[in-house]
């Protein structure tokens, strides 16, 4: 009474035939699973294990050697994860090209720090308190910069990329730190030049 009609309508001379075919599939069957598994499997220890710790080895140095290189000539291909992608190099490039002040903290703080040690044994207090002074004005000085260093990187970084990475900005501000000389990868642009 309420159910579909159990009868099924003729098919009409009219209608052409479908043909049951998947557009776009991958043109071969399906492998069966343990085909699959056959396939992928490999030995968990090799059958000479020196010599698979030999080949370990010399392809891990041949990796850092590779990987010191691209530090040295800013190869984008050998260069670490941390440091890979145009942003990253944007980023540097935009660091590189200004003088930072937390370069040279770490030389300021050097010298206060043998200065002090030499003025504890004279006696001299006023020298122990201009250093402390000195290294805590330093310090705020580094933090200033830094603020600045990081709003200019991300004004610089959304200018050019729509869709900046994550953590742009403390990377630039990490390699500001840094001096010159020992930065990796080796600064690719003079100081006051204008990274494009």
């Known amino acids: 009474m309420f159910g579909r009609s159990k009868e099924k309508p003729a098919p009409t001379a009219e209608a052409p035939a479908v043909e049951l075919t998947k557009v776009g599939g991958k043109g071969r069957p399906t492998p069966r699973r343990s085909e699959a598994q056959a396939r992928n499997a490999r030995p968990l220890v090799p059958a000479d294990r020196k010599a698979a710790q030999k080949l370990s080895r010399e392809a891990q140095r041949e990796e850092r050697a590779r990987m010191q290189s691209a530090l040295l000539t800013g190869d984008e291909r050998y260069l670490p994860l ?75 970084v959304a200018e050019k990329f729509p869709e900046p990475e994550r953590g742009l900005v403390s990377y630039g501000v990490t390699r500001a730190l840094q001096i010159r000389r020992m930065r990796r990868p080796v600064p690719m642009v003079a100081r006051g030049a204008h990274p494009s």
């Open 82 to 156: 941390r440091d890979r992608g145009p942003q990253k190099r944007f980023v540097r490039d935009v660091v590189d090209a200004r003088r930072n002040v937390g370069e040279y903290f770490l030389i300021i703080a050097g010298i206060s720090l043998v200065l002090s040690m030499v003025a504890q044994p004279l006696g001299s207090t006023s020298l122990v308190l201009a250093t402390t002074a000195l290294i805590y004005g330093m310090l705020a000085v580094v933090v200033i910069d830094s603020v600045v260093l990081g709003r200019r990187v991300r004004r610089r």
